[in-house]
């Protein structure tokens, strides 16, 4: 017979008696701490009597795969230039892992080719009356580029 469960739902004084009925030999009931924060003092009392325990559980579910020693190399090694990809390679972890540990607002995806200088640019020509096309043509830039540019 069970002497100690996990319980993710609320404790009600139902459930409760659901539970002694079905584990006449219950001596502890683990739950998360946001649940134990919520279960009524009077239940907590009474289930203390009964000689059952109720703790707060810290970490239930899958355990993590990588430790604060690698999420440390990766801060290392992006701090020292490597890309992302480069990371993965060396580490032999994924891509997404490397994105997951790292600790820097750096985001998975394109590089901004354009910059804010140059953004500021096609914005000043097309305000001094420069058309798009001209502006595409000048900068060589691709005309839907200059129209993204000028929503920035």
Avoid: F
């Avoid at 996990?6 to 683990?30: A, H, Q, T, V």
């Avoid at 009474?46 to 801060?75: C, H, Q, S």
């Amino acid at each position: 017979m069970k002497e100690e469960i996990y319980m993710n739902k609320p404790l009600s004084l139902g459930r409760i008696m659901e539970l002694l009925d079905k584990y006449p030999n219950l001596k502890k009931i683990g739950c998360p701490p946001s649940l134990y924060s919520r279960i009524s003092p009077k239940y907590l009392q009474a289930l203390d009597e009964l000689g059952v325990k109720v703790e707060p559980v810290e970490k239930k579910g899958r355990p993590k795969k990588y430790n604060n020693k690698d999420t440390e190399k990766v801060e290392l090694l992006l701090k020292s230039g490597h890309t992302p990809r480069e990371i993965a390679e060396t580490l032999k972890i994924p891509l997404k892992s490397v994105y997951y540990l790292k600790n820097s607002p750096l985001t998975q995806g394109r590089k901004i080719q354009y910059d804010a200088q140059q953004v500021q640019k096609v914005k000043n020509l097309y305000k001094n009356g420069v058309s798009a096309k001209e502006i595409s043509n000048n900068l060589k830039i691709p005309i839907r580029t200059v129209y993204s540019l000028l929503k920035r």
